[in-house]
């Protein structure tokens, strides 16, 4: 059976009736292992840290125009602004010898 996945607009609150309606005890079936062990890990929530790895919040001053391009860099390459700051920290203190 091919279903077709639809995309319900969650303030059309009359689709959404409709969806929930059409959900019966007939079509509902048991988590696969891979949906079961995803659902037990959304309800563990984060991995706490380790004591003394926690992040910490900074302030710094970057030209707007920098900016701009690095977080254009970062969502190309699929990262957070603070993960392409604390790379190129990293990268630059270990060429600094």
Same mark, same amino acid.
């Given at each position: 059976?091919?279903?077709?996945?639809?995309?319900?607009?969650?303030?059309?609150?009359?689709?959404?009736?409709?969806?929930?309606?059409?959900?019966?005890?007939?079509?509902?079936?048991?988590?696969?292992?891979?949906? $079961?062990?995803?659902?037990? =890990?959304? /309800?563990? !929530?984060?991995?706490?840290?380790?004591?003394?790895?926690? &992040?910490?919040?900074?302030?710094?001053?970057?030209?707007?125009?920098?900016?701009? $391009?690095?977080?254009?860099? =970062?969502? /190309?390459? !699929?990262?957070?602004?603070?993960?392409?700051?604390?790379? &190129?920290?990293?990268?630059?203190?270990?060429?600094?010898?």
């Amino acid at each position: 059976m091919n279903a077709k996945k639809t995309q319900t607009n969650e303030n059309d609150f009359a689709a959404l009736e409709r969806l929930a309606r059409s959900i019966t005890p007939q079509k509902l079936r048991p988590l696969t292992p891979a949906q $079961r062990g995803r659902w037990e =890990a959304a /309800k563990r !929530g984060r991995p706490k840290k380790p004591p003394g790895t926690k &992040a910490v919040p900074t302030l710094i001053t970057v030209d707007p125009q920098l900016l701009r $391009r690095a977080d254009a860099y =970062a969502k /190309k390459a !699929g990262l957070s602004r603070s993960q392409l700051f604390s790379d &190129a920290l990293r990268q630059r203190m270990s060429t600094a010898g």
